[in-house]
């Protein structure tokens, strides 16, 4: 806390230590600095704390109920501020002299202040007594609900769910008549805050008062003229349906969803989409077998590429929950359109689900229906496409064997890593890694380790340097003997090479795995190579040695750095060539 001359002027020489935080809390609020203010708000615990419980209830809530005319951010720091407060005003007993000032945040223009004032106002309505819910809580949500301003109105949608279980029956009643109400608004604003937070008021209600009071404000809201008002309907739908029963299911939840899924605006489909397994959750499984495939379809067709994303991203999940012969008769037919969409993102979304499918179809369909459909997906025009595929391989190789799996797709990948476009070969080899992981050692041994080292060696340096950079990975993934017996000799041998680009490979590959390979292969093969390759007549390898001395000089023993790596760091230092000499000397410094 900062003792700013206001504070010894508010406090005075009688009682100074007494009036001294709350005199500082007045100083601080009213800086012009925005940051000073907000950083009072976020200490008003530890003044809550020096001031006491009586005197936070008699002093500091009414302060603060006066101040709030601020800046936003303070006043989402003191909405959340306040929610923490009910312990340091004296607990439950005296929790109500909270909701004054959050009341009045709960009215302000601002939409983050208002919810975090909601929020807030929810978690001191779980620490009141019946008497003061009763007493200050429930006229609190009536002003808000009546208030003129619709922002009060918005606020007061919030606070029903954790009010109605805490009152007597003839409160219930009125309140749920009041969020009734608020659900049938002039103001769509407000009509969408009541329908947000539907499913947690019928989540409190009596089961019995569901058809009566509930249902009706659902059906209302589910056909509101609003688009953002309907598309939280399908919501709705999902937390209302798991307290019906399967034949209010099928009356209600069912029209409703089946509605959504036809709506007029793409928002609300594409709602609908995103949310398609967790609605067929709640309407059942038989329903889902029968009635939310058409629904499936349609998505899937749908005129929007933004409502195709989405259901595409579903099309596996939602396979799964429906019969294996349903989904190959019904689905995958229009599955395959996905595959040649005019839309990239489609194509995107279904390529990452795609291999999923893989385990519902089983072996017979996949090899039939979806292999092409893997094949035309790698050789997309659009990356992204590409490389969820590449990313899923582990998938299909689980169902198909890795036999099929390199038979039929190999060539695809293989074609890509020697793309024209050097984009398109970096791509593969990031994903490389993964690739061996899932196919195995032999495998990459024998199909991909030269392709690897003519990467090692490409013209472009990203496509060098990401090479380089994955034979960490692949040292991790088939382990470090491995590594010296495939990988390490290879390497090490481009140091002969005409064009220095290899040779200069070998250094980076040379810092790349000495960390993992241990100090004897570092002594016994790497360090000869960098004495060779010291005195070579391009500059640009010779200071690289100079790097690749100063990775390794921390993983092999004092003896080795004193008889080995610093007479070689000491004859560099003496390098014609000033670059050379920089790191010559850099790295002698770790000697």
């Not at 939280?232 to 999902?238: A, K, P, W």
């Not at 209600?252 to 398609?276: G, H, N, T």
Request: with cysteine; proline share 4%.
């Amino acid at each position: 806390i900062r003792w700013c001359g206001f504070a010894r002027t508010m406090a005075g020489e009688e009682g100074e230590d007494s009036l001294y935080p709350i005199a500082v809390l007045i100083d601080e609020l009213k800086n012009e600095d925005i940051q000073v203010r907000l950083n009072s708000i976020k200490s008003l615990r530890t003044i809550s704390l020096a001031l006491g419980e009586e005197r936070t209830r008699s002093e500091l809530i009414p302060f603060l109920n006066d101040s709030i005319d601020d800046e936003d951010e303070v006043l989402l720091a003191l909405a959340e501020q306040l929610g923490q407060f009910v312990e340091l005003v004296g607990g439950p007993d005296f929790a109500y002299s909270l909701l004054t000032p959050l009341e009045n945040l709960a009215t302000v223009e601002e939409t983050v202040v208002r919810d975090k004032a909601v929020q807030s106002l929810c978690i001191v309505a779980q620490s009141l007594k019946s008497e003061h819910m009763n007493q200050h809580f429930v006229p609190l949500v009536k002003r808000l609900a009546t208030g003129d301003w619709f922002t009060s109105r918005i606020s007061a949608c919030g606070v029903f769910a954790v009010t109605i279980p805490k009152v007597q029956a003839t409160t219930k009643a009125e309140l749920r008549q009041l969020f009734g109400q608020l659900c049938h608004d002039d103001t769509p604003m407000v009509r969408r805050a009541a329908s947000a937070n539907l499913a947690k008021l019928a989540a409190v209600i009596a089961k019995d008062l569901l058809k009566t009071d509930v249902i009706p404000i659902f059906m209302s809201l589910s056909q509101d003229e609003q688009d953002s008002v309907r598309l939280l309907s399908v919501e709705n739908c999902i937390g209302i349906g798991k307290l019906l029963g399967p034949a209010d299911v099928a009356t209600y939840i069912l029209p409703a969803v089946r509605s959504a899924s036809q709506d007029k605006s793409w928002r609300v489909r594409y709602m609908v989409a995103e949310q398609f397994c967790d609605l067929c959750d709640a309407v059942g499984a038989e329903m889902t077998k029968t009635e939310m495939v058409n629904a499936f379809i349609r998505l899937i067709k749908d005129t929007e590429a933004e409502v195709r994303t989405a259901a595409s991203s579903k099309v596996a999940d939602f396979c799964a929950l429906i019969p294996r012969e349903d989904a190959v008769k019904k689905i995958l037919p229009h599955v395959k359109d996905l595959a040649g969409d005019s839309s990239q993102h489609v194509r995107s979304a279904f390529a990452s689900v795609i291999m999923g499918l893989a385990g519902v179809f089983g072996k017979s369909s996949t090899i039939d229906n979806l292999l092409p459909l893997f094949l035309q997906l790698l050789k997309d025009d659009f990356p992204e496409v590409r490389l969820n595929i590449i990313s899923k391989l582990n998938t299909v190789s689980d169902v198909i064997g890795i036999e099929l799996l390199s038979q039929s797709l190999l060539p695809a990948i293989v074609e890509l890593a020697e793309d024209r476009q050097w984009r398109v070969r970096l791509a593969i080899i990031e994903y490389i890694p993964l690739l061996a992981s899932q196919l195995g050692v032999d495998f990459f041994n024998e199909k991909l380790g030269n392709l690897y080292m003519t990467w090692l060696g490409d013209c472009v340096y990203s496509i060098r340097d990401a090479a380089t950079t994955n034979l960490r990975k692949l040292t991790e993934v088939f382990g470090v003997e491995w590594a010296r017996q495939t990988i390490l000799p290879k390497v090490l041998n481009l140091h002969t090479h005409t064009n220095y680009l290899y040779r200069m490979t070998a250094l980076f590959a040379i810092a790349v795995l000495s960390p993992l390979l241990g100090p004897e292969t570092i002594k016994n093969d790497m360090l000869k190579l960098i004495d060779k390759m010291k005195d070579d007549p391009v500059p640009n390898i010779r200071f690289n040695c100079c790097k690749a001395l100063g990775v390794i000089i921390p993983l092999v023993e004092n003896s080795v750095v004193q008889q080995v790596i610093k007479p070689m760091l000491q004859k560099l230092c003496n390098d014609p060539d000033r670059d050379v000499k920089f790191f010559a000397q850099e790295s002698l410094t770790q000697c």
